[in-house]
């Protein structure tokens, strides 16, 4: 017998983790969160996210057995920034049965009706700050870091209830050793051209990380302020970000544009810990999963340009591109790394777009927002 239920305590959160280990086994492709990172990220007492929404987690279970999961969010962000009364559903997994999954969606859209939300959105996991979007393209290769990965079928499903796309997501594969040598070649003269204008661009200080960050949370919230369910980010749910992300980082690969003591934009890439995680038996560090971490780090051969901002008013002077060919040289001088990943990129966004093609990138993966009206 089908039965949806809340998640009401620890051991019930560590079946909503589960669930996903269980359900990949054996695929190639899956790439398992770390058990801990996730329990943190559920957490109310521990995520800052919550400081501003709340979310109930339900659990799907046949005879007792685990078949689904979702999770139901009203983010008081969100709503307060768009002005529409906007549910979120995120954590959406669930074995190959759509009656499984329809309960699922129901058991959501009930409780955002009772927040008084008037329309359902998603997946994000909790938000566009956080990992989000369906896989619809791109499942032959595992997903790069803080990239979500799903089954097929799912698209199936939550088009067959009646969601629709409100916006699709690209990752662009990128290829050191085929990054145009007129756009490497530039880099110097850029440079030289930032400078006239007072602009200059350093690698983030490790020793001074918390302040470094901080300066950069005004350009995330500006930058990043037209995309698709944006919501500001406080400079809590920032820093609480960057400390999840301080222990593989490149300081090479963290760069900040500045002018007149003010960060004015800033470019993060990361090295592919999933390189390293695929290999945790269910995201589990110990016994042995630490030193699986600790001993392949070195080894990770790919990157994920993550975020890529610029103030508006200091935008068109080639801030970007030269943020892309200091990347591109450092990678290219550094023996471990091959290819990367720029993701994600809203579809309509044209200048992103063409600044990535004229990199010599390809769209590799493609993940979907769906949206419903609930009212």
């Not at 996730?38 to 996210?49: A, E, G």
């Not at 960060?263 to 890439?269: E, P």
């Not at 290819?339 to 993966?365: C, D, F």
């Amino acid at each position: 017998m089908l039965v949806i239920q809340p998640v009401q305590n620890k051991k019930e959160v560590a079946e909503f983790i589960d669930f996903v280990y269980d359900l990949y086994e054996g695929d190639p492709n899956f790439v398992p969160e770390l058990f801990i990172a996730q329990r943190d990220h559920l957490d109310p007492k521990k995520n800052p996210f919550f400081d501003t929404a709340k979310a109930q987690l339900f659990l799907a279970k046949d005879n007792g057995k685990v078949v689904g999961r979702i999770a139901a969010v009203r983010d008081d962000n969100m709503i307060d920034f768009t002005k529409e009364p906007i549910g979120v559903f995120g954590f959406f997994d669930v074995i190959n049965d759509y009656q499984v999954a329809e309960a699922l969606l129901n058991t959501a859209v009930e409780w955002l009706k009772n927040e008084n939300l008037k329309f359902l959105e998603g997946p994000y996991n909790f938000s566009v700050n956080h990992t989000c979007g369906l896989l619809i393209e791109g499942f032959d290769v595992p997903p790069a870091v803080m990239m979500t990965y799903n089954k097929p079928y799912y698209q199936t499903f939550l088009e067959r209830y009646g969601l629709q796309k409100k916006m699709d997501l690209l990752a662009y594969k990128l290829d050191s050793n085929k990054f145009p040598e007129r756009l490497r070649q530039s880099a110097p003269m850029l440079k030289e051209r930032l400078e006239r204008k007072g602009i200059t661009v350093r690698k983030i200080n490790m020793k001074n990380f918390i302040n470094d960050v901080k300066s950069t949370v005004h350009v995330y919230n500006q930058a990043w302020s037209k995309n698709l369910g944006y919501t500001p980010m406080s400079e809590k749910e920032f820093l609480h970000a960057a400390k999840d992300m301080k222990m593989i980082i490149d300081p090479e690969l963290v760069m900040l544009a500045e002018k007149d003591g003010q960060v004015i934009g800033f470019s993060l890439t990361l090295p592919d810990i999933n390189e390293v995680q695929i290999k945790i038996k269910r995201g589990r560090l110990l016994p042995f999963g630490i030193f699986k971490l600790l001993l392949n780090k070195g080894k990770i051969k790919n990157t994920r340009v993550i975020a890529l901002g610029v103030l508006e008013e200091y935008r068109k002077l080639g801030i970007d591109a030269y943020f892309y060919a200091r990347s591109f040289d450092y990678v290219q001088k550094h023996p471990y790394l091959e290819t990367g990943e720029a993701s994600w990129i809203l579809e309509n966004n044209p200048e992103m777009n063409q600044a990535l093609i004229k990199a010599g990138g390809i769209v590799e993966k493609k993940y979907r927002i769906f949206r419903k009206s609930i009212a």
